[in-house]
């Protein structure tokens, strides 16, 4: 889906990097988005030490217990349980030149991670920090000296090399040149084995953080201050950090676009425009922090010892207490000529929004009551608000002065949900009680009750592109052409008759939002289309639709904010096939709790400078001037390609040679902002044509594959349709004995073996086809250990259609299967069939066959029996394997899904991974085999069984 950017809003800057000249404007920390990872989301640990981010964007965490990598969507760590060459579980620092070669310094020593897999570098105790240049050279920091490291080769700098006297507080280099902080305040290069003078005479503290790259060095000390050095001198950026009793020291620095960021044990400090800005541990941020970094993206990473946390600019932004509104459950908002933003609450009164901060509108104004209802900006440009106690009316300036107004009967028209101005200058109101005023010679007069029972409301007005008013009532909708009333209800086509909102475009079609029933499309030839959350909507109660500028249509409702463009819409309620792509935005956008409030009319609106503000639970949402869906960093790669459970090394064009029965393969796909909105596919080439779209599991398993050259390939799609990829090219050598001897010498024999097997299959296939029809005539039931040997040309599919909805698994002694059995089992048959009772109760009531990773001990152990006993049992007892014994469960699980109705709207494939099939490949063929049909196949048999009865 494609979003275009809103215009005339000032740019969103802080913590993304991007900025305007002539504005420096700050956004509070806690109005960004945010993710956290802690040890229970995948950290080997919650304390981290260091952080760093590659050239393809995956993020790797140093804690104290290990190293992870983190891409949004899982995350992998690296120990020295299973990696001992890393040397020490303690992480100190990571670097790296290069996409697929990292090094990370431990307590221990420094490793090279390449393909998954540790190399030791050096061992060396002490180490404090490390930095690797573009040539690969390795420069480590001690208390009082350098390590220049070269190929495993060490040279050891100090003071007797003429390195300035005094402890190492931070190194990092850039190109080839290393920078070194010490502890005397001085900061100093190394190039070509020569040290540098003191490059900034003006600081005195020990340097504890230092930063280097194309720009210049930036560096910072135990006070807390932060100087930039460049080629014309060095420069003070801020003062001191508060003297709060805490460690002061500046931990870690990052840079980008002139946007500069560090943190002290406690606080953030942001520097843009020459500008200074302290934030208290505060919003999410990870503890006593210890790292950051800013990412290409302009997103902000810190680290510290409770995790990391990213924070980003979502696409909203809340405004709530911390911005004065009281109150935060918002009901109503309008802006009037001045660009103020007037929001109506429950229980805190009116507000208004100017110069980034709410207002409240006190008593003395003449505003009765604190509940505000409908808000309307009326063709003068005085506001009409709706009360608890009444109607008021005030022109938009401060200080406010309203004054009431009446209906005919001279009394108050309380509980006002919705009030309206159309073409003609007419002014609406309908209230919370079912009623329809018009404002006629300066009072309101009643033209319509809607109901007569309690709960009855009017909620929503709007006009149509003819002049046409409709009214969202709790008894249908109504529609006024100037001259009468018309009730438009289940009658006419509606889903219920209890619609909420109520909107018109210009082509002439109307939507309404109704209450747990969806979105219902009138068009203009009076025929009503509905769409619920079966067609992909995202809620099916909608409390408002509006149009932005580029013609998509915004929903509020109980599940939150969600868009869609309104061709789709139409095309959903006229095309059974078509379902809507739709997704809520939530926490992951920025928004502090997604669930609206319902509101009152206008329950969300668009500003003139094209900010789209919306109510929720928790305050206001209002959007920003990005785009609506962020183009961010896919992270794609093969992490593993495993032969018959062994890791095989990717580099170089692996070759798989020997026995290859099942070659396994993980991958990593995901995104640190809305990872689950990516569409993750993968194909097998040249093997397969068509995709797999797989969502949830990374990992895929192919079966004996033959010899050949492959080349597997795994593409993550985000909204905006951009496209990351991975692949792995890998050669297959099977070792069996028709490869190994010559096909000329085989050529002759095996064609002449391949025509008599066919034909011996064809006559005994059509006997078989016989007896088993004959057989299905007087018995309709099949039994489920009979399907193994159902061939596709012995089943028709009326059978398979009209199998029982209930199955029971019975074992049947004629029932066969290829793989080897017990000759002679040493079990007692009336104790074994006391084992295999057990083994059907444990396989029904507890379906331990749903775990993908089952094994025939597992399952012993559920039945407190040797892994022999049970092997026996289902061998010589089941007349089955363990394979095909699990399967044939799993085989029935998907089936029996497949005739549910609450199922028929998931995957074939979601099915096969609810029942414990491990990959798409492993069903279809065992699928096919015990039933004689696809899955596919056998789905639509039954449905036109369905659909013909």
């Not at 349980?81 to 420094?110: E, K």
């Given at each position: 889906m494609k979003f275009r950017l809103l215009t005339a809003i000032i740019i969103f800057s802080a913590l993304s990097g991007v900025m305007t000249a002539q504005e420096d404007y700050f956004l509070p920390l806690h109005q960004y988005a945010q993710r956290n990872w802690r040890a229970v989301s995948?950290?080997?640990?919650?304390?981290?030490?260091?952080?760093?981010?590659?050239?393809?964007?995956?993020?790797?965490?140093?804690?104290?217990?290990?190293?992870?990598?983190?891409?949004?969507?899982?995350?992998?760590?690296?120990?020295?349980?299973?990696?001992?060459?890393?040397?020490?579980?303690?992480?100190?620092?990571?670097?790296?030149?290069?996409?697929?070669?990292?090094?990370?310094?431990?307590?221990?020593?420094?490793?090279?991670?390449?393909?998954?897999?540790?190399?030791?570098?050096?061992?060396?105790?002490?180490?404090?920090?490390?930095?690797?240049?573009?040539?690969?050279?390795?420069?480590?920091?001690?208390?009082?000296?350098?390590?220049?490291?070269?190929?495993?080769?060490?040279?050891?700098?100090?003071?007797?090399n003429g390195m300035p006297d005094g402890s190492v507080g931070a190194i990092d280099s850039h190109n080839d040149t290393l920078f070194i902080g010490m502890s005397s305040g001085a900061v100093v290069s190394y190039d070509k084995g020569v040290f540098s003078g003191n490059l900034c005479g003006i600081s005195s503290f020990p340097v504890t953080a230092l930063k280097a790259d194309g720009t210049g060095v930036i560096f910072g000390n135990s006070a807390g201050m932060l100087y930039r050095i460049t080629g014309s001198g060095c420069t003070e950026l801020n003062s001191e950090l508060p003297d709060t009793g805490e460690d002061r020291s500046v931990k870690a620095v990052s840079s980008q676009h002139g946007v500069i960021r560090a943190v002290s044990g406690s606080y953030l400090i942001s520097i843009e425009n020459g500008k200074a800005r302290y934030v208290k541990n505060c919003c999410g941020m990870p503890g006593q922090m210890s790292s950051v970094v800013i990412d290409s993206d302009g997103s902000l990473w810190m680290a510290g010892d409770k995790g990391v946390s990213l924070f980003y600019p979502g696409v909203f932004a809340t405004l709530g207490k911390d911005e004065g509104l009281s109150s935060e459950m918002v009901y109503a908002m309008i802006e009037d000529r001045d660009g103020r933003v007037w929001v109506g609450t429950r229980g805190g009164g009116l507000f208004y929004y100017t110069d980034g901060s709410f207002k409240q509108v006190g008593a003395q104004s003449g505003i009765k009551g604190l509940f505000i209802g409908g808000l309307m900006m009326d063709d003068l440009g005085d506001i009409w608000a709706g009360t608890s106690h009444g109607i008021m009316k005030f022109p938009a300036k401060l200080p406010v002065r309203a004054k009431e107004v009446l209906s005919a009967k001279k009394g108050a028209i309380p509980l006002a949900s919705v009030i309206f101005q159309d073409s003609v200058k007419r002014i609406w109101a309908g209230t919370a009680k079912g009623e329809i005023y018009l404002f006629v010679n300066g009072a309101f007069s009643l033209v319509r009750q809607t109901g007569t029972e309690k709960g009855e409301y009017v909620s929503s007005i709007t006009e149509d592109s003819s002049g046409k008013l409709w009214f969202a009532t709790s008894s249908g909708l109504l529609k006024f052409d100037g001259e009468s009333f018309r009730s438009v209800t289940v009658k006419d086509g509606l889903p219920d008759n209890m619609v909420i909102s109520v909107y018109a475009d210009t082509s002439g079609i109307v939507l309404a939002g109704m209450m747990r029933t969806g979105l219902s499309i009138v068009f203009p030839d009076g025929k009503i289309r509905n769409v619920n959350t079966g067609r992909g909507l995202c809620s099916d109660t909608i409390y408002s639709v509006m149009t932005d500028s580029y013609g998509y249509l915004w929903f509020t409702s109980t599940h939150g904010i969600f868009k869609l463009r309104k061709d789709h819409i139409i095309k959903a309620a006229n095309d059974p096939d078509f379902v809507l792509n739709c997704f809520q935005f939530d926490t992951l956008d920025g928004i502090r709790r997604p669930e609206n409030t319902g509101g009152v009319q206008p329950v969300a609106m668009i500003r003139r400078n094209g900010e789209l503000w919306f109510p929720t639970v928790e305050g206001v949402v209002r959007s920003k001037s990005f785009p609506l869906s962020r183009s961010q960093n896919i992270h794609t790669s093969i992490d593993d390609l495993i032969l018959n459970g062994k890791r095989v090394d990717m580099s170089g064009g692996p070759v798989l040679s020997g026995d290859v029965s099942l070659v396994e393969i993980k991958y990593t796909a995901g995104r640190y902002m809305h990872p689950e909105r990516l569409k993750i596919r993968y194909r097998l080439e040249p093997l397969e044509s068509n995709w797999t779209y797989q969502n949830e599991r990374r990992t895929v398993n192919f079966e004996k594959l033959s010899s050949g050259i492959f080349n597997f390939v795994v593409e993550a799609e985000d909204e905006n349709g951009a496209i990351k990829r991975a692949s792995v090219i890998f050669e297959v050598k099977n070792s069996s004995i028709i490869s190994m001897l010559s096909s000329k010498i085989l050529l002759i024999p095996l064609s002449f073996l391949i025509l008599s097997a066919g034909i011996f299959l064809i006559v005994i296939s059509r006997r078989r086809k016989n007896r088993k029809l004959s057989d299905l005539s007087n018995d309709n039931r099949i039994e489920v250990f009979d399907i193994i040997d159902v061939r596709q040309d012995e089943m028709p599919s009326e059978a398979v259609a009209s199998a029982p909805e209930e199955v029971f698994i019975e074992y049947n002694a004629n029932s066969k299967d290829e793989s080897p059995k017990y000759e002679k089992s040493r079990l007692d048959d009336d104790i074994a069939q006391a084992y295999v009772r057990e083994l059907k109760e444990l396989m029904e009531k507890e379906r331990p066959y749903t775990d993908p990773e089952l094994t025939l001990p597992q399952l012993a152990g559920m039945l407190n029996l040797s892994s022999n006993i049970l092997s026996q049992v289902i061998n010589g007892h089941c007349n089955l394997n363990f394979y095909t014994f699990v399967n044939i469960y799993r085989t029935e699980a998907v089936i029996k899904m497949m005739k549910d109705d609450f199922y028929k709207h998931r995957s074939i494939l979601d099915l096969a991974y609810d029942a414990g099939f491990k990959s798409k490949t492993t069903f279809n063929t065992i699928f096919k085999k015990h039933t004689g049909l696809t899955p596919s196949e056998f789905r639509r048999n039954f449905a036109e069984k369905g659909e013909n009865q």
């Open positions: 995948g950290l080997a640990h919650d304390n981290v030490k260091s952080m760093y981010i590659d050239s393809s964007g995956f993020v790797w965490a140093g804690t104290i217990e290990g190293l992870t990598r983190l891409d949004g969507t899982s995350s992998k760590t690296f120990s020295t349980r299973t990696h001992p060459r890393m040397q020490s579980n303690r992480v100190v620092s990571i670097d790296g030149f290069s996409s697929d070669t990292l090094f990370v310094a431990t307590a221990m020593g420094i490793s090279k991670l390449t393909d998954g897999s540790f190399e030791k570098v050096i061992e060396e105790s002490g180490l404090t920090g490390m930095t690797v240049t573009v040539n690969s050279r390795i420069y480590a920091s001690k208390e009082n000296e350098i390590l220049s490291i070269v190929k495993g080769e060490i040279k050891r700098l100090s003071i007797v």
